[in-house]
Structures are given as structure tokens and as C-alpha cells.
């Protein structure tokens, strides 16, 4: 493929890794991705599944290997299993990878049709094992069902399955070994994230002093487990460790600590078609006036996403302070 063909930046960097978010709601409320009471996008705002086939098919053309549905909570979003058939055919045409991020609370009655559909790799987010402490932690969700959700992935037979969680001090550090037994027994890996200072959160709520970084979490599983480096890449920001009786992988995704932005090869577009060009910065580009400006015009919409390359950021620069950083909320960026 011609340079001039491909999504490369300022700094030489390849963008071959998209996240589409196919919507902003969610049926959960986790307090470091979304506020309790919330304003969703009206319909008309938010990009039609054709429209996002449509992007899609752009991005695969342009050298993208590996798309992720998010969400919010993609699993809501109606008629998606008609959108992932239509991704599941672009692996013809380029598409390497097609993988997708959930809550699982709809898992147990869709993870056959994601199967089928083409998806190759799930990751779910699963902050602790405790029913009341993950009632608090989403505000509205029932771990027996996400529990249910993952049994009914793992049956399905998914290249990977992959835990996601959100180590916070003080809320669910202690959850760590629970959780990492769990994926071990379930053949599953787990990554542990280092949360980001995205949307404003309640007053009595503070980043700084619920933070936990990745040094202590590798400092704590090496204290119960023999870990070492792995060479497996997901081709996102996670570096892997390796059990020597387990084929479970643990990973870590350190934005603070370990700042990753050198190897970026990813972008963002939300649900109403905004392309995020880095997750710790404001900064977007509009590709949903162009995909109804200039509807099924494959040139101008590629002639958008080679420009916005051109002002995609070096890197992020996250602190531990309470200030917001990022004024959007993770729903609204995507996953």
C-alpha cells in the first residue's frame, strides 16, 4: 500500500488500530466513566450503523487492521449484529481483527451472534467479584448477569476473552488477587488499568487519592505468582506478563506511569462521529459532517481522516491532580 494511502502522522506513526463507539449509552453507571444522572446524545446526532460501515470500510482501505466496537455499552445499540456482519466481511478485504469492549451484562443472550457475526477477541470490564461492591461501583448493575454473560462468551469459543479493570486505592485494590485467580481458573487474561482523568466527576470523588498505578499492581502479583514478561501484543497500550502454570495473561495499561504514546497507532471516533485523535487531549475532527455532506463519497471522507493526521498530538500529558483534564466523559469518547 502507498504511504499517501495510509493514516500516518506527524510523528511516523501508523494508524492501523480505529475504536468505533457505536453509542453513548450505557446501562451501567460506573462512576470513573460516566455521572450518575446523564445526558445522552439525541438519535439523529449519533451515526447510523450504514454510516459506520461506511467509515469503516474507508479505514480498512486506508491500512487499518484491527477495529473495536465500544461503547458506552455497544451491546444496546439496536440492529448491531447487522453492522458486525457487515465489519466480519471486511477481514476479505484487509481487516485483520475485529474485537469489541463490554460491560456483559448482554452477553448471555448475544454472545452466539457476536461469535458468528466474526468477532474475534472480547474484553469485558469487571471492577471486583463482590455483588454489593459492584452494585456501588456501576450504581445499577447485577454481577450475577455479567458472570452469566461471561460463561455464555467462554462457551462461544472467542480467540481471547479478556477482563478489564479499573484499580482504584481504597475501592478495589483489594479485588486484584480475587480477580486474577478468577481469570486463571476461566482461561481468561485480565488487564489491570490505571484510571485517566476523563469527564468531572461528583465533589466528593477524588482521582488523586483513589490512584493506583501499575508498579504496585506487578509489585502485588509478584508477590503470590512467578511473572514474566510476555512478547504477546493485542496491538493496543497493554504490556504482558506470563504465568508459568497458566496460559491466562496479565496485562497492564499505564497512561501515567509508563506512558505509552511513542508506539501510538490508534484513534477514536465516537458515536456522533467525532474523530478523537488522542484520548488525553480535547482535540477532534467532525467526520460525521462530511459522511452526510458527502453521503457514500468514499474519497472525501478519506481525503478527511489523511488531513486530520496532520494534527493528530505527539502525546497526552495526564497528572494526578483532581483538575479535569478531559471534560468528556469515557462514554462519550469510546471505551
Known amino acids: 500500500m502507498e504511504q499517501a494511502n495510509r493514516l500516518i502522522d506527524r510523528w511516523g506513526r501508523q494508524i492501523n488500530y ?10 451501567f453507571r460506573c462512576h470513573y466513566c460516566m455521572a450518575e444522572e446523564m445526558t445522552f446524545l439525541p438519535r439523529e446526532q449519533v451515526l447510523s450503523l450504514e454510516e459506520i460501515a461506511l ?20 451491546l444496546v445499540r439496536r440492529n448491531l449484529g447487522w453492522l458486525l456482519q457487515r465489519l466480519g466481511q471486511l477481514k476479505a478485504r484487509g481487516l485483520r481483527e475485529l474485537v469489541l469492549t463490554t ?42 448477569q455479567v458472570l452469566a454473560g461471561l460463561e455464555a462468551a467462554r462457551q ?52 488523586s487519592q483513589h490512584f493506583f498505578d501499575s508498579d504496585q499492581v506487578l509489585q502485588l ?23 508459568a502454570d497458566s ?17 501510538c ?18 482535540q477532534a475532527l467532525d467526520l460525521r459532517g462530511t459522511l452526510r455532506a458527502y453521503p457514500g463519497d468514499k474519497a472525501a471522507l478519506k481525503q478527511r481522516l489523511l488531513q486530520a493526521m496532520q494534527i493528530k498530538p505527539e502525546r497526552h500529558n495526564f497528572s494526578h491532580t483532581d483538575e479535569v483534564q478531559v471534560v468528556r466523559f469515557m462514554n462519550m469518547t469510546g471505551g
Open 265 to 282: 497507532n490508534r484513534v477514536r471516533v465516537t458515536a456522533e462521529g467525532q474523530l478523537v485523535l488522542c484520548l488525553g487531549n480535547e
Open 247 to 263: 496460559a491466562s495473561l496479565v496485562g497492564l495499561i499505564s497512561p501515567y506511569s509508563h506512558n505509552f504514546c511513542a508506539d
Open 103 to 144: 460491560n456483559g451484562s448482554q452477553l448471555a443472550r448475544m454472545a452466539a451472534e457476536l461469535k458468528e457475526a466474526g468477532v474475534d477477541r472480547l474484553n469485558i470490564s469487571l471492577d471486583t467479584l463482590d455483588p454489593v461492591a459492584f452494585r456501588q461501583l456501576t450504581r445499577k448493575g447485577d454481577l450475577s
Open 18 to 27: 480505529v475504536r468505533l463507539s457505536v453509542t453513548d449509552r450505557c446501562d
Open 221 to 243: 502479583l509478584n508477590q503470590h505468582y512467578a511473572l514474566q514478561p510476555s512478547p504477546y501484543r493485542s496491538g493496543g497500550p497493554a504490556r504482558y506478563y506470563s504465568f
Open 156 to 207: 462461544q469459543g472467542f480467540k481471547r476473552i479478556k477482563l478489564n479493570t479499573v484499580v482504584q486505592q481504597g475501592v478495589n485494590e483489594q479485588q486484584i488477587l480475587p480477580l486474577v485467580a478468577f481469570a486463571r481458573r476461566q482461561g481468561f487474561d485480565i488487564s489491570f488499568i490505571e484510571e485517566m482523568p476523563l469527564g468531572q466527576m461528583q465533589s466528593s470523588y477524588s482521582r
Open 55 to 74: 467509515l469503516a470500510e474507508v479505514l480498512v482501505e486506508l491500512g487499518v487492521t484491527k477495529l473495536r466496537i465500544t461503547g458506552g455499552e455497544p
